[in-house]
C-alpha cells in the first residue's frame, strides 16, 4: 500500500462512505402518500432543494445558532408539502423521515468503503470522520455497523463549524491519538470546496471522488476517483501517488 507518511485519514459521509437507496424527493413523497399526498417524488424535488437551500442561508449549520436541528428538518418538510397537506399530516411526516433517516432504510454503504476501511485499519492508519452534518451521524453509523471502525465522528453541528473552515480539520487532528502534523493527513469526500479545497487550505492531503468531473482542474483530476472501489483498487496496487 502507498500511502507513504499517512497517519491519519478522515472521511465525508454523503456520497462518500454512504449513499442514498433512492433520492430523498422520492422518499419524502412515499412516506407523503400514506398521509394523503397524490404528488409523486418528481413534484417535489424543486421544491424540496430549494427550500434545502432557504434553511442553509437563513439558519445555517442546520441550525445551530438559531434553532433546533430537528425544527431546521421540520421547516423544510413543512415548505416542501405546504399547501399540499394539513399541518398536522406534515408534522406526522417529518417525524416519520427524521427517523427514516437514521436507518438502512435510508441509507447504504458505498461500494468499496469497508474494503477501504478495512486497508487502512491493517496499515494502522487512524480513521475518522469529518462531515457537515447533524447529531443523527453517530446513530446512522452504528446502524450501518460502521461506527465501530471510527476513532472520532465530528459533525459539524455538534463543534458549530462547517466545511470547508480549515478549523473542522484542525479539530480532527487534535483528536488524532499519535503525534502527527497537518501533512500526515488525508480526507476523502465527494465536494471540491467542502472537502477537497478545505483539506488542502487545512495543509492536508486530500482525494475526491465524484462521477461530476466537469470543470475539474487537471491538477485535482490526478487526485479525483469516480468512487471508493476505484480508489481502494488503485491503493492495493500501489498505484496512488499523493503529491
Known amino acids: ?19 442514498f437507496h433512492k433520492p430523498p424527493w422520492e422518499h419524502y413523497a412515499a412516506v407523503a402518500h400514506k398521509y ?38 421540520g421547516k423544510v418538510i413543512e415548505m416542501t408539502f405546504q399547501g399540499d397537506l394539513s399541518l398536522a ?13 437514521k436507518t438502512p432504510i435510508c441509507w447504504q454503504i458505498s461500494e468499496g468503503s469497508e474494503d477501504l476501511i478495512k486497508i487502512l485499519k491493517q496499515s494502522n492508519i487512524t480513521i475518522g470522520v469529518i462531515s457537515n452534518f447533524d447529531p443523527r451521524l453517530h446513530e446512522i453509523l452504528f446502524n450501518l455497523n460502521l461506527k465501530k471502525y471510527f476513532e472520532f465522528i465530528i459533525t459539524s453541528y455538534e463543534v458549530g463549524i462547517s466545511k470547508p473552515d480549515k478549523k473542522i480539520f484542525q479539530i480532527a487532528q487534535g ?36 462521477k ?27 498505484e496512488l501517488i499523493l503529491r
Open 1 to 19: 500500500m502507498r500511502l507513504p507518511g499517512i497517519k491519519l485519514v478522515t472521511f465525508d459521509v454523503t456520497n462518500t462512505l454512504l449513499k
Open 36 to 73: 394523503g399526498f397524490k404528488g409523486d417524488g418528481t413534484s417535489i424535488k424543486n421544491k424540496l432543494l430549494n427550500n434545502y437551500k432557504h434553511m442553509t442561508k437563513h439558519h445555517p449549520n442546520f441550525g445551530k445558532d438559531t434553532i433546533s436541528w430537528e425544527r431546521w428538518w
Open 89 to 101: 399530516n406534515i408534522n406526522c411526516i417529518s417525524k416519520k423521515l427524521i427517523e427514516d433517516y
Open 175 to 210: 483528536k488524532c491519538k499519535k503525534d502527527i502534523d497537518s501533512t500526515q493527513c488525508l480526507h476523502i469526500g465527494d465536494d471540491i470546496t467542502n472537502d477537497y479545497n478545505g483539506a488542502i487550505e487545512a495543509g492536508w492531503h486530500a482525494l475526491l471522488v465524484t
Open 212 to 238: 461530476s468531473v466537469k470543470n475539474i482542474e487537471s491538477q485535482v483530476l490526478d487526485k479525483t476517483f469516480l468512487n471508493l472501489k476505484e480508489l481502494c483498487e488503485k491503493l492495493e496496487n500501489n
